[in-house]
């Protein structure tokens, strides 16, 4: 994945990360104002060992020896205890204190800091005080002698700020927690999304050209159903334009006529019949005002939709002409476009003459009727009988409803269509957002 793609990815979903983030400044800001302020005093000590006279190497050996030992013996629990009693503290809040209690040699020196963290400011001064008391009394009383070498540099004072919650740090830190775990669930999302949005997903994960890209209605109340006569100067209806002259110029030969190779175009999809009426229908417009004879045909006899895009009975149509009931020129209907005639389904379909002879000689015949045959068909992997009528067509086109159909659904039709030798011309990709 490219640099650009990772940026794409976090500009998609910047309303996720600034909303996470934003989320957990607050909440970090919310919790730090309700924790209580906490204090820290802190006392400084120094040891000079009068064992070795001066302040050779030696010396200062032995000092840093002794300030390494006291701070191991300076916070051991009857030290504390002891500091404890002496201020009257219940046992319960010496031991909750003696986790508050820290202590270690400056680098390099021989003095030892100690500091009380508490909510009373004034309890954690007397207490580190009183800690050192107690630990240079019991070093005395031990008869060592060494508690004389003990100098208290600075004693503890009453801290007049708090150093935690430190509010701005908090939200700091949280706010870059919050933008980093936005960032990991958008980019997990897109890992595990398989849905086809661009035409580079088309490209990379079809191996199928990509004719067109038709946006996705832009403008609220805009209906996209025969956009190529409502908004001629919109982006779908040049989209379509797009789509037609790719497929003009599909057999090499130049814009079709009475000699192309493609004179019949599958339309399907893998299994959503929502859009792909729309589609052969703005198709079918365009393709008729460029000057072409073009033959609208529903295949798609449970759920036929041709009839109610252009306002058409469905009282006869595809079912009749192949029943053989009416002549050809009794089922078409005609529509308000030059060049345009639609065969509706008409009513319902007997399965077996899908894959009849009659079928087949019917279809080579509607292929005479007009300079180009559009067959609006059901979902390849809703009714298998489209396969049939698949074989027999000159071209097929796939209709992809971006953000919608799932690589792996695409890819089962496309296997599908490819197990009867249909000739897949490419993919439609519907409903693309405008910023793709």
Known sequence: MELKQYLQIVWKWRWLIVLCTLLAAVVSYGVSSIMPPVYRASTSLLIRSEAVGGDDYGTIMVNQHLAATYTELMTKRPIVEAAGLNLGLAPSTITRLMTKVQIWVVPNTSVIRLTVEDTDPRLAAELANEIVSVFVQSQRDSGSGRGRNIYVA???S?????VAPRKLLNMLVAAIGGCALAVGIAFLIEYLDDT??????????????????IPHPNRQGQNQTLIAVADLGSSIAEAYRVLSTRIQFANGRGPLNGHSAL????????VSRKEKANIAANLGIIMARAGLQVLLVDVDTQQPQLH??????????????????????????????????????????EPSLWGSVQMVQRIQALKTQADVVLFDAPPVLAVTDVMVLASQVDATLLVIESRSTRQKVAMQAIERLQSVQAKTLGVVLNKVPDKQ
Not at 158 to 162: D, G, H, R, V, Y
Not at 199 to 210: G, H, K, Q, T, V
Not at 263 to 270: C, K
């Open 158 to 162: 009453q801290p007049l700020e708090p």
């Open 196 to 213: 086809l949005t661009t035409a580079e997903d088309i490209n990379e994960r079809l191996s199928l050209p990509m004719l067109a890209a």
């Open 263 to 270: 004179r019949s175009i599958l339309i399907t999809s893998p």
């Open 308 to 349: 109610q895009v252009f306002g058409l009975t469905n009282e006869t149509g595809l079912s009749t002409f192949l029943a053989g009931d009416r002549a050809f020129d009794k089922c078409i209907a005609k529509t308000d476009i030059s060049n345009l005639h639609v065969l509706s389904s008409g009513p319902p379909l």
């Open 154 to 156: 600075e004693s503890a």
